[in-house]
Nanobody, 123 residues
Framework: VQLQASGGGLVQPGDFLRLSCTTS????????MGWFRRAPGKEREFVAA????????LYAESVKGRFTISADNARNSVYLQMNDLKPEDTAVYYC?????????????????WGQGTLVTVSS
């Protein structure tokens, strides 16, 4: 499966952004999707995941209550709505497709990755 992430940019603290990830090459609704991020000088970390039916959502503690993951099966797309952005949210954000239908925080469960989109939160 191929993934294309977009929607990053430069915003101020407290602003919002919506990241999009469009998939192709495999039936979208048959696997879980996730978002990860890599901040400058840090390891890539889990952000959010969505189970294949959209019933299960997982979030990192640092984004819980501010970020929302969702999907549009008709558009073969998954989204990450990011509200109340903070400077510590600055990172390259990656969407990924898992090999199973179950939402998971485990990076090794994701086998297909998008190219990343940069989010910079700065005043």
């Amino acid at each position: 499966v191929q993934l294309q992430a977009s929607g990053g940019g430069l915003v101020q603290p407290g602003d919002f952004l919506r990241l999009s990830c469009t998939t192709s090459g495999r039936r979208f609704s048959l696997y879980a999707m996730g978002w990860f991020r890599r901040a400058p000088g840090k390891e890539r970390e889990f952000v959010a995941a969505l189970g294949w039916r959209g019933e299960a959502r997982l979030y990192a503690e640092s984004v819980k209550g501010r970020f929302t993951i969702s999907a549009d099966n008709a558009r073969n797309s998954v989204y990450l709505q990011m509200n109340d952005l903070k400077p510590e949210d600055t990172a390259v954000y990656y969407c990924a497709a898992a090999t199973s239908v179950v939402a998971t925080t485990m990076e090794r469960s994701y086998k297909s990755w998008g190219q990343g989109t940069l989010v910079t939160v700065s005043s």
